[in-house]
């Protein structure tokens, strides 16, 4: 077994094979262990920094009239607050994950590429260093919303270069990653595991890696353009020299929406992998779980066109738009009906990972039900860019995305650090977050329906009282995330034994038949799986 | 888990004190408005009938997660069962959600092909978006002017002005010259910007279109009541954003044209004195016009 040849391969001693002293260790590192580790430590310290954003747009929001900031600083922090989540925290933390958990779980000893491995990551922090540096030139940080729509973004001063470069190599970063991760999966796994005997976070991330090879170039050609606008004269999106800003919003989206599956498909695959262990019965449908995440991935690509149904698409177009961004409801159906199908009939128990993994399930739900009711054009228009929408992407995102990534470290962490955690302090976690969440994004549906757009940093005194609740739940929710840090910290720090299987529920997979914490060259030869 | 269930009560208790305050004003401030046209109220009904269906969507597979949360609990005994497909459910449950998406995509269909039908409109407004104010101009009327923010807003926005927005009348939501529209009329609104992209939304009209430099969109409504309606710029459009409401004031027909006619009137009294330059309300107006030059008019 596995388990027993990477003993002996530690017993050897090599030490060639164990990590580097002191901070060099973690400059010049290809182990994918400790690349998914810094992977893991940024996404976290982003999420505070972008979270830190958050709040003061909530403070400010908290009741109308400027307090705290000027209209000018209220939108670069929207900007960079979703530059940050997005690229910054959701997306290099499932990517931490894959780097831990792939190889592991494909019983590969390391990534594919792992010099590779090593420029992604250091790649992405010279990006965030352009990004947050941006905010201090002259003219201010990058204000004209994530979108980085046209006209409006040329009016950035010495930012936008900054950005843009920043967007360049964050995807530059990402097209390394993906590279990597398809050619480990395709090349790297275990003799006996065919592709359709993967766990799903394996599959749900061999898709999105197809997803961010697809799109990630486009959005660079869109922001090089951008670029060129700005400095060399061009046209592309400037009407008054025949270019045309309705262009740039079709480029985006289509990358922009794959985009938000590249978030939310990875997160599919840690609930798939945390709900069928702890309801201790195989995971309901696992062939129609593999196809309903290609089918979300194959339809993310014909549906941007939602995004934009007020630009003044011709009726066809928002005929075509509404239908297929109908159908995801399909899929993604499916795989909520699996997931509950899968706790049928078993014996559930509930570890911190899948309180995150059931919250993650009803609260996803709803950001779906939004979604589908966005779907439908002709209501859209009164949606469109109101809080509504604020509402339906932070469910999908925050209870959605960040919760099933909280719900994965918590399921994985005993096995990286050989420690478990303290499991009261991370119910406490849980309870907290879960029910701030709701304080903080339910009201924003009210919000919205009521008449209040997005991205404005004052606002008619009707919508006061909700903005309140949720200000406070916005704060609430935040501070709880602090609990999150002292845990993890303490979990590195020591505690309690994890054994090689970590949970009483005897969960499947390779990465259970090596020892917590994992050694650091792990499947040196390839176990055999039946 | 008994300590559980306590933390869950606990917080069940607290969430609804904090929801249910301010929720005694009503529905309005958390549902969409009817509004006052046709249009409107087909959207509202189209708004209504999804969200029932997700309701009861959700009603039933909430009902069953949380049957299996509180029954197949390891700590009551639970065996696990062993089965991991079930062809006939899973067939089930793939085709029954695409019919209840026609079901919702027919109405949703008609409802479209009806906005997108502009004919016959009785007046002409063009509406420009600028950073940050609209332009309103009455084609045939030859009649144009600026809306910007009231002052009484304007002066309360400013950071820490220490004035309280809550004593002022339609905090953010009042300009100084709003549009003027005739009720019972189908009015077509053309739709731009000369400057980067603002978008015009009306609630109660239910309609938003982006204003985009070098496109002229096009919109319509017909109120069917008279009074004033209030709406925001809905496309970030920089610093100002929030700071550019939209006002309509839909009178009788007849007070309408004695607008009109007044308007007429201010604007001959200004035009000797404002050398050639047309416009009522417009003193900072150097925009260049020619940004429309290729304009896009579908």
């Known amino acids: 077994m596995s388990t027993t040849h990477t003993k002996d391969h530690a017993a050897h001693g090599h030490d060639e094979h164990g990590p580097a002293k002191g901070i060099l260790r973690w400059l010049t590192t290809t182990n994918h262990k400790d690349i998914g580790s810094m992977y893991l430590v940024f996404s976290l310290v982003m999420f505070l920094v972008g979270g830190t954003m958050a709040l003061i747009i909530r403070a400010e929001l908290f009741m109308p009239g400027m307090?705290?900031?000027?209209?000018?600083?209220?939108?670069?922090?929207?900007?960079?607050?979703?530059?940050?989540?997005?690229?910054?925290?959701?997306?290099?933390?499932?990517?931490?994950?894959?780097?831990?958990?792939?190889?592991?779980?494909?019983?590969?000893?390391?990534?594919?590429?792992?010099?590779?491995?090593?420029?992604?990551?250091?790649?992405?922090?010279?990006?965030?260093?352009?990004?947050?540096?941006?905010?201090?030139?002259?003219?201010?940080?990058?204000?004209?919303?994530?979108?980085?729509?046209?006209?409006?973004?040329?009016?950035?001063?010495?930012?936008?270069?900054?950005?843009?470069?920043?967007?360049?190599?964050?995807?530059?970063?990402?097209?390394m990653g993906s590279i990597n991760i398809i050619v480990t999966i395709m090349n790297l796994r275990a003799p006996g595991m065919s592709l359709l005997k993967m766990p799903l976070f394996v599959w749900t991330w061999l898709i999105t890696a197809y997803l961010l090879i697809a799109v990630m170039p486009v959005f660079a050609g869109a922001v090089t353009m951008l670029l060129t606008d700005h400095f060399f004269h061009t046209t592309f999106f400037a009407a008054?020299?025949?270019?045309?800003?309705?262009?740039?919003?079709?480029?985006?989206?289509?990358?922009?929406?794959?985009?938000?599956?590249?978030?939310?498909?990875?997160?599919?695959?840690?609930?798939?992998?945390?709900?069928?262990?702890?309801?201790?019965?195989?995971?309901?449908?696992?062939?129609?779980?593999?196809y309903a995440t290609a089918s979300i991935a194959f339809l993310s690509f014909i549906v941007w066109g939602h995004h934009m149904f007020t630009v003044g698409l011709p009726l066809a177009g928002e005929m075509f738009f509404m239908m297929s961004t109908m159908l995801i409801a399909v899929p993604t159906g499916v795989k909520v009906f699996n997931w509950t199908a899968t706790m049928w009939r078993g014996s559930l128990s509930f570890e911190p990972p899948m309180l995150f993994a059931l919250a993650f399930l009803f609260l996803f739900t709803i950001g779906g039900f939004s979604g589908l009711m966005m779907a439908i054009a002709p209501v859209d228009f009164q949606y469109?860019?109101?809080?509504?929408?604020?509402?339906?992407?932070?469910?999908?995102l925050v209870p959605g995305a960040v919760f099933a990534?909280?719900?994965?470290?918590?399921?994985?962490?005993?096995?990286?650090?050989?420690?478990?955690?303290?499991?009261?302090?991370?119910?406490?976690?849980?309870?907290?977050?879960?029910?701030?969440?709701?304080?903080?994004?339910?009201?924003?549906?009210?919000?919205?329906?009521?008449?209040?757009?997005?991205?404005?940093?004052?606002?008619?005194?009707?919508?006061?009282?909700?903005?309140?609740?949720?200000?406070?739940?916005?704060?609430?929710?935040?501070?709880?995330?602090?609990?999150?840090v002292y845990l993890v910290w303490k979990c590195v720090k020591g505690g309690a034994r994890a054994s090689a299987e970590v949970w009483e529920a005897h969960p499947k997979g390779l990465e259970w038949t090596v020892p917590s914490p994992a050694p650091y060259h792990t499947f040196a030869e390839a176990p055999l799986v039946k | 888990m008994k300590k559980m269930v306590k933390h869950a009560l606990a917080a069940g208790a607290a969430l609804t004190v904090l929801a249910s305050a301010p929720a005694l004003?009503?529905?309005?401030?958390?549902?969409?408005?009817?509004?006052?046209?046709?249009?409107?109220?087909?959207?509202?009904?189209?708004?209504?009938?999804t969200l029932w269906i997700c309701v009861a969507i959700a009603v039933a597979v909430f009902s069953v997660m949380i049957y299996s949360i509180a029954t197949f609990r390891k700590s009551k005994g639970a065996v696990p069962a062993t089965f991991d497909h079930n062809t006939k459910a899973e067939i089930l449950w793939t085709v029954i959600p695409v019919f209840i998406l026609v079901a919702m995509a027919i109405p949703a269909a008609?409802?479209?092909?009806?906005?997108?039908?502009?004919?016959?409109?009785?007046?002409?407004?063009?509406?420009?978006?600028?950073?940050?104010?609209?332009q309103y101009e009455y084609v045939d009327q030859g009649i144009s002017f600026f809306s910007s923010l009231a002052r009484s807003s304007d002066e309360a926005r400013e950071l820490r002005s220490g004035i309280d927005p809550n004593?002022?009348?339609?905090?953010?939501?009042?300009?100084?010259?709003?549009?003027?529209?005739?009720?019972?009329?189908?009015?077509?609104?053309?739709?731009?910007?000369?400057?980067?992209?603002?978008?015009?939304?009306?609630?109660?009209?239910?309609?938003?279109?982006?204003?985009?430099?070098?496109?002229?969109?096009?919109?319509?409504?017909?109120?069917?009541?008279?009074?004033?309606?209030?709406?925001?710029?809905?496309?970030?459009?920089?610093?100002?954003?929030?700071?550019m409401p939209i006002v309509v004031v839909v009178k009788p027909q007849a007070e309408y044209e004695a607008w009109i006619a007044e308007q007429k009137k201010a604007r001959q009294a200004a035009a000797p004195s404002a050398a050639g330059v047309a416009r009522l309300t417009a003193p900072n107006d150097h925009h260049d016009e020619t940004t429309l030059r290729v304009a896009n008019a579908e």
């Open chain 2, 25 to 49: 004003a009503g529905w309005t401030d958390v549902n969409l408005r009817q509004g006052v046209t046709e249009i409107s109220r087909e959207i509202y009904s189209l708004h209504m009938l």
């Open chain 2, 167 to 243: 004593s002022v009348e339609n905090y953010l939501l009042d300009v100084d010259h709003p549009m003027v529209v005739p009720v019972g009329k189908k009015i077509r609104v053309l739709v731009t910007a000369a400057d980067v992209m603002h978008a015009w939304w009306v609630p109660d009209f239910a309609i938003k279109k982006d204003a985009i430099p070098g496109y002229i969109n096009e919109l319509w409504f017909r109120a069917e009541k008279v009074g004033v309606y209030r709406g925001q710029c809905t496309q970030l459009c920089g610093r100002d954003h929030g700071f």
């Open chain 1, 240 to 290: 008054s020299g025949g270019g045309d800003p309705v262009l740039y919003a079709h480029i985006f989206w289509f990358f922009g929406h794959p985009e938000v599956y590249i978030m939310i498909l990875p997160a599919f695959g840690i609930v798939s992998e945390i709900i069928p262990t702890f309801s201790r019965k195989p995971l309901f449908g696992y062939d129609a779980m593999v």
């Open chain 2, 110 to 134: 008609k409802t479209l092909v009806k906005i997108d039908d502009s004919r016959g409109s009785e007046l002409t407004i063009k509406a420009t978006g600028y950073q940050w104010k609209w």
């Open chain 1, 405 to 484: 990534i909280m719900g994965g470290v918590y399921y994985w962490l005993p096995k990286w650090t050989g420690h478990m955690y303290d499991m009261k302090l991370a119910k406490w976690h849980f309870w907290l977050s879960t029910i701030f969440v709701n304080v903080l994004f339910f009201p924003q549906h009210f919000l919205g329906l009521a008449g209040m757009p997005r991205r404005i940093p004052d606002y008619s005194t009707q919508f006061t009282d909700w903005n309140m609740v949720s200000s406070i739940g916005g704060f609430a929710f935040g501070l709880s995330q602090l609990l999150f």
């Open chain 1, 67 to 175: 307090q705290l900031v000027d209209p000018g600083f209220f939108n670069t922090l929207t900007t960079v607050h979703a530059l940050v989540m997005v690229f910054g925290a959701v997306m290099p933390a499932t990517v931490g994950l894959a780097n831990w958990m792939i190889p592991l779980q494909i019983g590969a000893p390391d990534m594919a590429l792992p010099r590779m491995n090593n420029f992604s990551f250091w790649l992405l922090v010279s990006a965030f260093t352009l990004l947050i540096l941006s905010l201090f030139v002259p003219g201010g940080g990058p204000s004209a919303g994530w979108t980085l729509y046209p006209p409006l973004v040329l009016q950035t001063g010495d930012a936008l270069p900054l950005a843009i470069f920043a967007i360049h190599l964050a995807g530059a970063s990402s097209i």
């Open chain 1, 384 to 396: 469109h860019n109101t809080y509504f929408i604020v509402a339906h992407f932070h469910y999908v």
